[in-house]
T-cell receptor
């Protein structure tokens, strides 16, 4: 009955490969996010979707492509993986559009290691 | 940038002592939130303080906000070993859709 679940938890892959991370929330929230946490623990937003519509698209390489088949799912596909993509990727969700006093609910993270 | 900065970056105290962490930010905000991250886990929301509030309490947590100084503090009283975690402040700017996080304070409670 995990609220925000993402898979896989660990992902080890070679440079140049393509990989996907999946996220699902069962909270009935309208907005979902992808955050990247680097080795210094700095957490930076990448994308945000509200009811399947992209609303935040930070300066992220085109190799990263989010996909939201419905408002309960937000997947992240990464093409041509690079060493610098190694990080922990967190999925999160919030109830509304994120404009009000809302809190985020986070998944447990996917640790991506690019070799 | 609106990014919050936590201070100190790391804090180590004895169980039972109080822990204070500070957060500074750069632009006007709608609200400021504090989150906790246990090792290897996702962030968990602790408390939200609106820009028109000065202080909030939740159990052993006390948060203050000084918008004139663009700063906030998180006080954990009577610390426990289970409080060992990283603590992040996050700000939402006026009319902004995104929540911007700082780098966090790594808190260690020694038994």
């Amino acid at each position: 009955d995990t609220a925000v679940s993402q898979t896989p938890k660990y992902l080890v892959t070679q440079m140049g490969n393509d990989k996907s991370i999946k996220c699902e929330q069962n909270l009935g929230h309208d907005t979902m996010y992808w955050y990247k946490q680097d080795s210094k623990k700095f957490l930076k937003i990448m994308f945000s979707y509200n009811n399947k519509e992209l609303i935040i698209n930070e300066t992220v390489p085109n190799r990263f492509s989010p996909k939201s088949p419905d408002k309960a799912h937000l997947n992240l596909h990464i093409n041509s993986l690079e060493l610098g993509d190694s990080a922990v990727y967190f999925c999160a969700s919030s109830q509304g559009q994120g404009l009000t006093n809302e809190k985020l609910f986070f998944g447990s993270g996917t640790q991506l290691s690019v070799l | 940038s609106q990014q919050g900065e936590e201070d100190p970056q790391a804090l180590s105290i004895q169980e039972g002592e109080n822990a204070t962490m500070n957060c500074s930010y750069k632009t006007s905000i709608n609200n400021l939130q504090w989150y906790r991250q246990n090792s290897g886990r996702g962030l968990v929301h602790l408390i939200l303080i609106r820009s028109n509030e000065r202080e909030k309490h939740s159990g052993r947590l006390r948060v203050t906000l000084d918008t004139s100084k663009k700063s906030s503090s998180l006080l954990i009283t009577a610390s426990r070993a289970a409080d060992t975690a990283s603590y992040f402040c996050a700000t939402r700017g006026q009319g902004a859709q995104k929540l911007v996080f700082g780098q966090g304070t790594r808190l260690t409670i020694n038994p």
